[in-house]
């Protein structure tokens, strides 16, 4: 055991410096909350969270989105898909789908401030519980 740790360590040691070598300092570290950072030119980004809720439901999210054509404008889409449990019903699918378009107005010194308006398209089933059954919009300011 001791031999395989130490060549796991050598293997480490060894492609270490080939990772460091493509380190850029990371620029949104927007865990918790929106973020205020369009993606970088050429970067795709791809977001996935999942919420337990209540009564054993959940919801689960995939992101992704583009520099179009570059930094300062992006556009994304967000897909649902929940999970709702209790009070007699069991029920999954897809929820409303949101398409969404980010400005970046300001990025620099370290201050970033960039407003999204996204479309919400019914694209859940009403009737379970998925969806509105009506195009929405929401906008932010971050």
Same mark, same amino acid.
């Given at each position: 055991?001791?031999? =395989?740790?130490? @060549?796991?360590?050598?293997?480490?040691?060894?492609?270490?410096?080939?990772?460091?070598?493509? *380190?850029?300092?990371?620029? !949104?570290?927007?865990?918790?909350?929106?973020?205020?950072?369009? /993606?970088?030119?050429?970067?795709? /980004? %791809?977001?996935?969270?999942?919420? %337990?809720?209540?009564?054993?439901?959940?919801?689960?999210?995939?992101?992704?989105?583009?520099? @179009?054509?570059?930094?300062? %404008?992006? =556009?994304? *889409?967000?897909?649902?898909?929940?999970?709702?449990?209790?009070?007699?019903? !069991? !029920?999954?699918?897809?929820?409303? @789908?949101? +398409?969404?378009?980010? *400005?970046?107005?300001? =990025?620099?010194?370290? +201050?970033?401030?960039?407003?999204?308006?996204?479309?919400?398209?019914?694209?859940?089933?009403?009737?379970?519980? =998925?969806?509105?059954?009506? @195009?929405? *919009?929401?906008?932010?300011? %971050?």
């Amino acid at each position: 055991m001791k031999k =395989l740790s130490f @060549v796991a360590a050598m293997v480490m040691l060894s492609v270490a410096p080939a990772f460091s070598a493509e *380190y850029r300092e990371i620029q !949104d570290n927007s865990f918790l909350i929106e973020e205020a950072y369009n /993606q970088e030119d050429g970067v795709i /980004q %791809h977001i996935f969270t999942y919420q %337990h809720m209540k009564g054993d439901s959940s919801l689960f999210t995939f992101t992704q989105e583009w520099p @179009v054509p570059k930094q300062d %404008h992006q =556009l994304s *889409y967000t897909i649902p898909v929940e999970r709702i449990r209790g009070g007699g019903q !069991d !029920d999954t699918g897809f929820g409303d @789908v949101a +398409i969404n378009y980010r *400005y970046q107005a300001v =990025l620099k010194e370290g +201050i970033a401030f960039a407003p999204r308006f996204s479309l919400i398209l019914p694209t859940g089933d009403e009737k379970k519980g =998925l969806g509105t059954g009506t @195009v929405g *919009y929401q906008s932010t300011f %971050h």
